[in-house]
């Protein structure tokens, strides 16, 4: 006898139900192993995922993080102002403050220019454990730099050691902060940053304390502590918004055929010129006219708070502006205040308005440099953008700072301020004309 057809599909549809439940819970098993993963940050997803929205709900807590991070990641190169005045007075006496100042010039460079290498970091261990690796490497730094004694030891442990460390937690926390918010991005960028100048109302005071009580080697071991802490804990709560894939090179040599690229790495360049010669020479210019000593390095702490005042409001602006006009226009404020007020300055509240002034504007391309690198560049390439942008701030460490130092020793026999004055003043005038040729260059692009 034929079989009835109908029964036949009947009985292999009945059949088919066990497969389909079967297939349906490994999918949810996949779909939540993904979801593990996730959450433990491999960057390596698929690129189209939309996940969270942004700037909202957990885009605040990143915030939070990468402004813990960024007090300890750039400030504490304030509290090494500290251990500076300790090694010339105390520690190293009788050793040239040419050899003695490569410690802090290292550090700085090592931290902005070893971001570099944080995009092939990054792609194998995911935003978290990068910045929890440059936490422990800044960590032994600092450790490694309380048993040094000395000058090639230091330059060694606080130098290169912490300031690699360092690097990573900054390229990261720019990059994840960008990540996660678009229509604030400016703001956000501004608030993190920020929390450089907050570190040195925070941090100065503490290693002060520290070093006068129990020494510098208990100073360096406070300091590590608190960085590990802090940013190790501020690193926890770091990953990517959306899944994407970054690049193992260290660094991409498409980006520096762009003109885009160039503009932006060549105003850092310049703007960092004319940023460095104030905060370096202004003090001790106050003391040349006659200023206490105290006072004038007191008078740090208030030039700090202008300058978180001018990242926020740099940053808040350019959710209503366009980045590179509001660059525009505290570039050439900060130009202006440099030649029209210290530049003439005769007395000390001369000099005062200058500082104030100078505070609430110089450091707008601190937090717009990323902005204006996240605004044009895909996700996948904000990190080797913004390390090539700090390669170029960090070289004017190596080569810039101890040129116009030259300068001041040979031509100002390190009493008259007027030529680094003018090279300060004139730094900033040539970043506005790079500005401007980078809003061509942007507005031809798209």
Not at 302 to 324: M, N, Q
Not at 376 to 392: D, M, P, T, V
Request: glycine share 10%; proline share 4%; charged share 10%.
């Amino acid at each position: 006898m034929n079989a009835d057809p109908t029964k036949l599909i009947k009985t292999n549809s009945h059949n088919s139900i066990p497969s389909l439940k079967n297939l349906s819970k490994t999918s949810e098993q996949k779909i939540e192993l993904n979801e593990t993963i996730d959450d433990v940050d491999k960057s390596k997803t698929n690129p189209s995922e939309e996940g969270p929205p942004p700037d909202k709900g957990y885009a605040w807590v990143i915030l939070g993080a990468t402004f813990i991070n960024f007090i300890f990641g750039f400030g504490t190169f304030n509290a090494f102002g500290v251990f500076q005045t300790y090694y010339l007075e105390v520690l190293f006496v009788d050793v040239p403050a040419e050899q003695i100042v490569w410690t802090g010039t290292l550090c700085v460079f090592f931290t902005l220019a070893g971001g570099l290498t944080a995009g092939p970091i990054i792609s194998k261990l995911g935003f978290r454990y990068t910045s929890i690796l440059g936490s422990c490497i800044a960590f032994v730094g600092l450790i490694l730099a309380s048993f040094s004694t000395k000058v090639w030891q230091l330059a060694l442990t606080q130098g290169v050691i912490f300031g690699y460390g360092c690097s990573l937690i900054v390229n990261v926390n720019v990059t994840v902060t960008a990540l996660w918010f678009e229509k604030h991005r400016g703001l956000a960028l501004g608030v993190a940053v920020s929390g450089g100048g907050v570190g040195a109302l925070v941090l100065v005071p503490v290693v002060t304390k520290m070093t006068a009580l129990s020494g510098i080697a208990w100073g360096f071991r406070t300091l590590g502590m608190l960085y590990f802490v802090c940013t190790f804990a501020g690193g926890m709560f770091l990953k990517p918004r959306t899944g994407f894939a970054l690049t193992n090179k260290i660094l991409d040599f498409k980006l520096i055929k762009d003109p885009i690229t160039i503009l932006i790495c060549m105003i850092g360049f310049t703007f960092q010129i004319g940023f460095t010669i104030p905060v370096l020479y202004f003090p001790a210019s106050l003391v040349g006219m006659g200023v206490s000593t105290n006072l004038s390095t007191n008078l740090i702490m208030l030039f700090c708070s202008c300058s978180v005042v001018c990242r926020i409001a740099a940053g808040y602006l350019a959710r209503r502006f366009k980045p590179v006009d509001i660059a525009i226009i505290f570039q050439s404020i900060s130009a202006i205040s440099i030649l029209g007020i210290w530049y003439t300055s005769k007395s000390f509240g001369h000099s005062l308005a200058f500082y104030i002034v100078f505070g609430f504007f110089s450091a707008s391309y601190i937090p717009l440099g990323p902005v204006i690198i996240s605004n044009h560049y895909k996700k996948e390439r904000i990190s080797q953008a913004n390390g090539l942008l700090n390669l170029f701030v960090g070289l004017e460490t190596l080569v810039g700072a101890p040129s116009v130092g030259a300068v001041f020793q040979k031509y100002g026999k390190r009493t008259d301020y007027s030529q680094i004055i003018v090279i300060g003043g004139v730094s900033y005038l040539i970043s506005v004309a790079f500005i401007i040729a980078l809003k061509y260059y942007t507005r031809k692009s798209n």
